[in-house]
Each structure stands twice: as structure tokens, then as C-alpha cells.
């Protein structure tokens, strides 16, 4: 009996990305025999996640890095350094309302809903949520118009669920806070450039373990050495309660070593894998198909999938609810369109996909 029997759950084919929802990422065997090592040895957590944080460092040629829970806990403990500093009182009395310097200041088109609202986080992490600006704008000076004694820090998401237009830069926003004294946290959980925004000088950057680096569950907060210190210490608060294995420690620690030593696809060589899915798709009736980069700028190719005689929700749906629940990204349905993501569907699968298109058109 396979796993999917025993449990009676769904069989998926992930075709939409590295989506929390399905898991993340497909993770390679040799990862997982490192997550096994980790599991079946003991170690003392704290002198462990102190050595792989060097150990990271090193391989990034950066200050320093530390292994979290995940991208949310991350953010969340980030915050809270801000808010707390050094001061073990505060990190033991996190919500206490007469701490007053806790306002975190974030462009209104960057508090999105990834899963759960990011102000959720915020506020877990400790935060009074300031919005800069407005949903498709926000300028320096919005951004500056929300700064005063009880700013604690500025964050930035970089994501594909955020607004991509009217936004500043991550180098103006950041050199904004540093202006300000103010330090800057950088969301970029499923951002593959592990160095691109601590080379723009924030203090704190969050990655998650499952998206881009293809790990388990996890996250690395990597930055300057002062801030990775801070969220350290919130190990005695919240950080305690958003603690993670040693399994998965060893096993993202060996997922970024074997992220930095493996070749990216290049755009090229992902449009060629996906020309024979897409040439397929062009003969069948009311659809048409094309290749095209992801809309955050990030280097990755996807199939985007016009449908001119068929309801691309419906579709989306149906795709879903077979024997086997295929997952493709259908933010751009109501334009009639759904994209598939390649990077952790195997030759077969696009071929499975492309049969149950096949039949739901046809129908």
C-alpha cells in the first residue's frame, strides 16, 4: 500500500510552484538521507544552529546566517529583535502594551495575504503595522510621512503576490530606513539570490528552506552579524515556540551547500523543455500556449495557457478534482488564462497534465 492509500489522501502534481499549500518543494534523496542523519544523532541545538549559521556564512561569504522554523518565523523573530533589542525583560513580555517602540512601517501594496495575512506575522512578531501609501503607489515620502519615535523598523516583501508597480525600490528602501537609522528586513522567501539584498545593506534578509533552496521545512535568516545576534536571543521568547528540529537544520544546511555548487537553468533551456508541452497544447481547440517569465522578474519560465472556448476557472477547478489533483497557478483565470510551473513536475507528469487539459477541452 502506498503512502497515498494508506492515509487516503490526494495524490498531487504540483505544477503551480513552490506553494506552501502542497508542501514546497520535491526534496532529493541525498537531502533527505542528511535529514535522516540528522534525526537518528543528537546534538546540543544551540551549538548546532550556531555552526551551520557559520557554516552558511561561509559558503555566502556573508556576516552571518541562522536557521529558523520557516520564512514566517523568521520575519515574526525579526521583528521582535527590533523590538526588543537585547533587553531579556522585553523578549519575556513581548506584547506588553506600554512598550511603545514597535511600530513597523510596510508599503500598503506589500501587505498581502501569502497563505495568511503578513500583518499576521507582523503582529505575532510583535509589530504595530503602519501601511506606507497606497495599494498601487507608494512613494519615499509616504514611506518617510510614517517615521517617528516608535518606528522599530522598516519591512519590504519581495514577492509575486505583491503589488509590482508604484513600489520602491529594495535599494531606495533600504537606504531610506539606514537614512533613518532604522533597520530594514527583507521578506524574500521564495527569492532564489541568496546574497542580492544583504549586498543593498539590510540588516536582515528571510528565505525560505522549501521554495527556491528545495530543502524540508525551514528557514534561513541571513545579515548583518549585530541583527542575527538579536534574533538569536529571541530563542528565550517566541523563538522557543517556533523551534526546529535537528533533522531539518542538517538536512537545509546540506540543501544550500548543494544550491550554491548546482547550476541554475537558464531561461533558454527552460523554454526548450517546455516548447514540446506547448506545441502539444497550440493543436487542441480554443487554446493556445506560450512560454513566459514570471511576473515578480525572478528567472523562472512557465506555460501560460489562453483558453478561448472554455472557462479557465472551471478548468483550474476540474484539473483539480481528478483522480490525481493537479495544481496549476491560476492567479490571471479571470483573464482566461493558467500558467504551469515545470521546476518540480517531472516529463510524466506534464504529459498527465497536458491529457486531462486534453480531455476537459474536448468534452
Do not use: W
Request: charged fraction near 25%; include cysteine.
Amino acid at each position: 500500500m502506498n503512502v497515498y492509500e494508506k492515509y487516503q489522501v490526494s495524490q498531487v502534481i504540483n505544477a503551480s510552484g513552490k506553494m506552501t499549500i502542497l508542501g514546497g518543494s520535491r526534496v532529493q534523496d541525498d537531502i533527505i538521507e542528511q535529514c535522516a542523519l540528522g534525526a537518528g544523532n543528537f546534538f546540543e541545538v544551540k551549538e548546532l544552529l550556531d555552526k551551520t549559521g557559520e557554516y552558511i556564512a561561509n559558503l555566502l561569504d556573508i556576516e552571518s546566517a541562522y536557521i529558523v522554523n520557516s520564512a514566517s518565523g523568521g520575519i515574526a523573530q525579526a521583528i521582535s529583535a527590533a523590538i526588543c533589542r537585547d533587553d531579556h525583560h522585553k523578549i519575556m513580555n513581548l506584547y506588553d502594551p506600554s512598550y511603545e517602540k514597535r511600530e513597523v512601517v510596510i508599503c500598503k501594496g506589500h501587505n498581502v495575504n501569502y497563505g495568511t495575512a503578513i500583518e499576521v506575522t507582523m503582529r505575532l512578531g510583535g509589530a504595530k503595522v503602519v501601511e506606507a501609501g497606497y495599494a498601487n503607489e507608494c512613494t519615499l515620502e509616504s514611506l518617510k510621512g510614517c517615521m517617528n519615535e516608535n518606528t522599530a523598523a522598516l519591512l519590504y516583501v519581495k514577492s509575486h503576490h505583491c503589488v509590482q508597480k508604484g513600489m520602491p525600490s529594495p535599494e531606495d528602501f533600504i537606504n531610506l530606513g539606514h537614512q533613518y537609522g532604522l533597520p530594514v528586513i527583507v521578506d524574500a522567501a521564495a527569492e532564489g539570490d541568496l546574497v542580492k539584498y544583504y549586498h543593498m545593506g539590510a540588516e536582515c534578509v528571510i528565505y525560505s528552506g522549501t521554495k527556491a533552496l528545495c530543502g524540508p521545512t525551514s528557514g534561513l535568516v541571513i545579515g548583518k552579524n549585530d541583527y542575527i545576534e538579536l534574533i538569536k536571543k529571541q530563542y528565550a521568547g517566541i523563538g522557543r515556540i517556533m523551534k526546529i528540529g535537528k533533522e531539518n537544520i542538517i538536512g537545509l544546511t546540506y540543501a544550500i551547500e548543494k544550491y550554491m555548487q548546482t547550476p541554475e537553468l537558464t531561461l533558454q533551456q527552460q523554454m526548450e523543455r517546455l516548447k514540446p508541452f506547448n506545441d502539444l497544447l497550440n493543436q487542441l481547440n480554443g487554446v493556445s500556449a506560450k512560454s513566459v517569465q514570471d511576473g515578480a522578474g525572478r528567472p523562472i519560465i512557465r506555460s501560460e495557457i489562453t483558453f478561448t472556448k472554455k472557462d479557465a476557472k472551471k478548468i483550474s477547478a476540474l484539473l483539480k478534482s481528478g483522480d490525481i489533483h493537479i495544481y496549476t497557478r491560476d492567479y490571471k483565470a479571470n483573464l482566461g488564462q493558467i500558467e504551469i510551473d515545470i521546476r518540480d513536475v517531472n516529463d510524466e507528469e506534464l504529459m498527465m497534465i497536458y491529457r486531462r487539459i486534453q480531455e476537459l477541452v474536448e468534452e
